[in-house]
């Protein structure tokens, strides 16, 4: 079975840091980019960084960049996201989902996602 | 303000036809496919569509488009378990990130 399996969220105050991880099962690691999104109480959601299947290319929305960090294990078939300096506005389900592409620039969908893991910063 | 323009909201009765429609820009829309999510009660997405192809297990009722810069998601026969937000997103080359619509939230009448 295709599966995302997300950890790493819980409590942090603000200026702390947390790592997230995103477990991957039952397909070829490498042949996909990689995903986080984002959802904060009550609002939509939010894309907040991608990363190719060989671990390459990164990217970043404006509102995480410079504080966040992205990479991801192609051995132990798993996507990190290293969140510094976090903010109250940061506090959201974080998701990890699957891009159909192997590079985020092809514009592939995402067709896999994780049941995410909660941050709160407070 | 999301990138991408989704109508807040959609209602119909049961077997009713609905369409969701999804407007961006050259930049985006205009260059890629797009994906459709469902969430329902703030559960997990879960992807209904990508570039106007069903992922397997997904009812036929569900159905894809795009024109230009719009593109739309159909449901044909209306089911309350259709009851949901959904999101549509897309890559954005001039921005170099992934864009987001607010969301559409589908009411079963």
């Known amino acids: 079975e295709v599966q995302l399996v997300e950890s790493g969220g819980g409590l942090v105050q603000p200026g702390g840091s947390l790592r997230l991880s995103c477990a991957a099962s039952g397909f070829t690691f490498s042949n996909n980019a990689i995903n986080w999104v984002r959802q904060a109480p009550g609002k939509g959601l939010e894309w907040v960084s991608g990363i190719s299947g060989s671990g390459g290319s990164t990217y970043y929305a404006d509102s995480v960049k410079g504080r966040f960090t992205i990479s991801r294990d192609n051995s132990k078939n798993t996507v990190y996201l290293e969140m510094n300096s976090l903010r109250a506005e940061d506090t959201a389900v974080y998701y990890c989902?699957?891009?159909?592409?192997?590079?985020?620039?092809?514009?592939?969908?995402?067709?896999?996602w994780g049941q995410g893991t909660v941050v709160s910063v407070s | 303000q999301s990138a991408l323009t989704q109508e807040a909201s959609v209602s119909g009765t049961v077997g009713q036809k609905v369409t969701l429609s999804c407007t961006g820009n050259s930049n985006n829309i205009g260059s890629y496919g797009v994906g459709w999510y469902q969430q329902i009660s703030h559960g997990a997405p879960k992807t209904v569509m990508f570039?106007?192809s069903l992922p397997s297990g997904i009812p036929d009722r569900f159905s894809g488009s795009k024109s230009g810069t719009t593109a739309s998601l159909t449901i044909s026969g209306l089911q309350p378990e259709d009851e949901a937000v959904y999101y549509c997103s897309t890559w954005d080359y001039s921005l170099s990130v992934r864009v987001f619509g607010g969301g559409t939230k589908v009411t079963v009448l």
């Open positions: 570039e106007n």
């Open positions: 989902a699957r891009d159909r592409g192997v590079i985020l620039t092809l514009g592939n969908a995402f067709d896999i």
